[in-house]
């Protein structure tokens, strides 16, 4: 069965930094890509980065430049390194595991992580 665990959420003020994590288990012989979501109250859920399984990464032009994704592959674990904070980043944030096994594709969603920003 394949999980994800989210991990590092919290509550900061504005321009503080947090550091979410996402392990993956679960699956043997795959390749993947992750993404990290979040959704704040009454807003649709929205892409904020993601890790190709080719190492390439890509950002919502709204946290560019302050958010980081990087990969432990040991670990099968993605981090997101969140700096600058301002309120409006808080919301629920989720992991998405986008899983290539052979010529099959799987998605999964994590239950998600908590990021309240204060101003």
């Known amino acids: 069965e394949v999980k994800l665990v989210e991990s590092g959420g919290g509550s900061v003020q504005s321009g503080g930094s947090l550091r979410l994590a996402c392990a993956a288990s679960?699956?043997?012989?795959?390749?993947?890509?992750m993404n990290w979501y979040r959704q704040a109250p009454g807003k649709e859920r929205e892409f904020v980065s993601i890790?190709?399984?080719?190492?390439?990464?890509n950002y919502a032009a709204s946290v560019k430049g302050r958010f980081s994704i990087s990969q432990d592959n040991a670990k099968n674990t993605v981090h997101l390194q969140m700096n600058s904070l301002k309120p409006e980043d808080t919301a629920m944030y989720y992991c998405?595991?986008?899983?290539?096994?052979?010529?099959?594709?799987?998605?999964?969603w994590g239950q998600g992580t908590q990021v309240t920003v204060s101003s």
């Open positions: 679960g699956y043997t012989d795959c390749s993947y890509d």
């Open positions: 890790m190709h399984k080719n190492g390439a990464t």
């Open positions: 998405k595991l986008d899983l290539y096994c052979g010529s099959s594709y799987s998605n999964y």
